[in-house]
């Protein structure tokens, strides 16, 4: 009997449609384009606007999207984890609302919480419950409505962030396609470089903390950009040599969108060329968990049955990792 693994068989997106420019930040904080585009690759992002709309809004368009093109229908789903940093309340978790507002009747779910590597952690913690045979269908998203927590008169973070959803869903596959190996890693001395300094249980929202504006992305940027540079190049290059692969292997890098110096960082440890990265920074910026779904959605029409792709993020807290795998939807369909 071959072994069960979890493949990616269907991929959906949402981003909104107010489209934030480099041109529009110069007006609201001391920066131009020539400064964003060279340090980060970024051009524009997007906002989501509207009253009363949350991470889950842009799940919600994603999922729905992923159903209506895979032919599923929501009470088949037997679990949907959402991979966020900016859940619609801390409780109840984004991905019991996403459910609930799709129809997913039998799925349980809860959200990860991982920074930029939330959604590899999802997908890796999604496809064990399908290897394990317990479960059939699983949803995971990965979205973030960054712009609820950054601070637009801060020139540093301002620049970097948007936001946007994605989705994938996970089904057993015999064949050798889906999720074949992963590494995930994590280092909580990361924290004093990369954090939100109020709103958590040990420093609960008050007058002071609001007045502080501490309720923001706060990055200590060069420490960040150090670390990540360093790991993510590393995992992605481990992730290769521990299951004997060349650059010439693989199809295509699929990395967090966080800046194109670290991306392109990775590349060149990889040994890969810029035409096998996929690149979606310049109109979306840095949509944390959202990147890497949107990166599949985007390039879904270029990729081909058997290709092999290594997914790769670096996130606060720190987490890192990277994961392996082998595509398993044909483009022509």
């Keep these: 009997m071959n072994k069960i693994s979890s493949a990616i068989t269907g991929v959906f997106g949402y981003v909104p449609p107010y489209v ?3 041109k529009e930040l110069e007006g609201m904080v001391d920066t131009n384009e020539e400064w964003i585009v060279s340090r980060t690759g970024i051009k524009e992002r997007r906002i989501l606007k509207g009253e009363n ?4 809004f842009m799940g919600i368009e994603a999922v729905k999207g992923l159903l209506e093109k895979t032919g599923t229908k929501p009470e088949e789903i037997d679990m949907l984890i959402c991979a966020t940093v900016t859940p619609d309340m801390p409780f109840p978790a984004t991905a019991n609302i996403i459910a609930s507002e799709i129809g997913a009747v039998n799925a349980f779910g809860y959200d990860i919480n ?3 590597s939330g959604f590899l952690y999802g997908l890796v913690t999604g496809s064990k419950f399908i290897e394990s045979g317990s479960h059939k269908k699983v949803i995971v998203v990965g979205g973030d409505k960054m712009s609820s927590i950054i601070d637009y008169t801060d020139r540093t973070t301002c620049i970097i962030f948007g936001d946007g959803a994605g989705a994938v869903l996970l089904e057993p596959n015999s064949e050798g396609f889906g999720v074949l190996d992963s590494i995930l890693l994590s280092d909580g001395a990361g924290a004093e470089y990369l954090h939100q300094k109020a709103g958590g249980s040990r420093k609960p929202a ?3 903390t609001v007045d502080a504006r501490q309720h923001f992305v706060y990055q200590e940027g060069q420490s960040v950009y150090k670390f990540a540079v360093t790991n993510m190049a590393d995992v992605s ?3 290769m040599e521990q299951n004997g692969l060349v650059a010439e292997d693989i199809a295509w890098l699929v990395p967090h969108q966080a800046n194109k110096r670290i991306i392109d960082a990775t590349a060149n440890r990889m040994g890969i060329g810029p035409e096998k990265v996929m690149l979606n920074i310049e109109k979306y910026g840095n949509t944390t968990a959202g990147t890497l779904p949107l990166c599949l959605w985007d390039y879904e029409s270029q990729l081909n049955t058997g290709d092999l792709l290594v997914l790769s993020a670096f996130g606060g807290g720190f987490t890192w990792g990277a994961v392996l795998v082998r595509w398993g939807i044909s483009n022509k369909s």
């Design 53 to 56: 709309l949350g991470t889950s």
């Design 20 to 22: 934030l420019t480099n």
């Design 237 to 239: 290059a481990r992730i």
């Design 114 to 116: 991982a920074a930029c």
């Design 206 to 208: 008050s007058h002071e």
